[in-house]
């Protein structure tokens, strides 16, 4: 038993409750039995998922609705399933979809369609038409695969427009050794618009085989950079401070020695007085302390400017040591040692 969904007047979805039309609401016992092989599994697939479609759509589940009529008209072919294959569109905002449902609807049905249902899905017709849009696809290549939503519609080129609700599409082509393409379109009703698609080649890189195999000559790795030699400004700071701190050591030495002799002589003049005396020794005393310090201080440089040596000489043995002055200074001498 074959029967067609209440029509709901409601374009957003399911109301509180259906409003149904008198006469709507019908029973065509011989629906199915009309079908070709009549009592066979499909029409039995049909049938079962027919009634199962109109209880999804009373109760709202549309999307569901949607999908029984659809395996029900798959299992067993009936125009008059397309009627409530456009009422469900209808109520999901597929006015394409809808459309086309209706139209087949009248067509295959012709003068079967009783005149009320005619004039009743000709004014459903009326109001689906102005919110869709014919639209042209062109592409530069042949036998080009065209997706709207994602959903396939066919290779182009068309013998017709595509039918498309009103709306933001998404329009894709895929063609075979070309990369695919996408727009995303907002499309108004009632118009007739042309998307052009430029679809690029793939690009495929061809990779030569040389005929014989041939062994890679094994290339050498340059050697790295040899560091940069160290600096040897600390070495000659060492050795300019060691000559200078020696040569204050040298002068104040020589200085602290005739300091010396004239207390040697203070002390044999005869009659000299006491203060005479302290002041030949704090004298002596004072040179003696410089020159103490001073040969410290020396002896410290002298010891850097060694320690700098050795730290910026050249790390390999295969380099000549580069030519340089030594200071050195002893218990009792003072001088330079260098190689050139």
Known sequence: ?????????????????????????????????????????????????????IDLYKEGNFRAALAEFRA??????????????????????????????????LTEGADKVPPERRKEVEADLAKLRPRVAQVTVTVNVPSAEVLVDDESQGNLPRATPLLLSAGRRKITVNAHDYLSETRVIDLAGATSPTVPFELKPIRVTTTVTPTAPSTPKETPRPLPPPPPPPSRTPLWIGIGATVAL???TTFFGLRTASKNSDFDAVLNTPGATRKSVDDARNSVRSSALVTDVLGGATLVAAGLTVYALFATAPKTEQEAVKPGVTAFVGPASLGLSGRF
């Open 1 to 53: 038993m074959l029967r067609e969904v209440p029509k709901v007047r409601s374009l957003v979805g399911f109301t509180s409750s259906l409003v149904v039309f008198a006469g709507v609401l019908c029973t065509h016992a011989t629906a199915f039995a009309q079908a070709p092989a009549a009592g066979t599994p499909s029409v039995e697939e049909g049938r079962t998922r027919f009634i199962r479609g």
């Open 72 to 105: 029900a008209d798959g299992a067993a072919p009936n125009w008059k399933i397309a009627y409530n294959l456009g009422q469900t569109l209808f109520q999901l905002q597929e006015y394409a979809g809808a459309v086309s449902a209706f139209e087949r609807y």
């Open 246 to 248: 020696g040569g204050a």
